[in-house]
Nanobody
Framework: QLQLVESGGGWVQPGGALRLSCAAS????????IGWFRRAPGKEREGVLC????????NGADSVGGRFTISRDHAKNTVSLPMNNLQPEDTAIYYC??????????????????WGQGTRVTVSS
């Protein structure tokens, strides 16, 4: 059974950077589309960035622009989300999620079969 564990969250000042990691156990992620999602205080969960099994990214939230990237390492069975120039509006709990699919993900929460615990990111001065 697939289990995903997010890590790398924390507190940073505006303009800072963090690198989130999603580690999988139980199965290989080779045939899964993976996505990073977030839920900011008082807001709905939204897609941040997603990546297909073949490594093609799909944008989620427009607000991240080119500040975030997504990558996957099949050998390590992990997916990373380096985040640069973080802003207070990026404060949220970040979740990674997987969907068994070879198609390009839509990067919308409704496509996610289940959610993990997430990792908290706080951006403030």
């Amino acid at each position: 059974q697939l289990q995903l564990v997010e890590s790398g969250g924390g507190w940073v000042q505006p303009g800072g950077a963090l690198r989130l990691s999603c580690a999988a156990s139980g199965v290989t992620l080779e045939y899964y589309a993976i996505g990073w999602f977030r839920r900011a205080p008082g807001k709905e969960r939204e897609g941040v960035l997603c990546i297909s099994a073949s490594g093609v990214a799909t944008n989620g939230a427009d607000s991240v622009g080119g500040r975030f990237t997504i990558s996957r390492d099949h050998a390590k069975n992990t997916v990373s989300l380096p985040m640069n120039n973080l802003q207070p509006e990026d404060t949220a709990i970040y979740y990674c999620a997987a969907r068994l699919s070879l198609s390009q993900p839509k990067c919308v929460p409704s496509d996610v079969p289940s959610w993990g615990q997430g990792t908290r990111v706080t951006v403030s001065s």
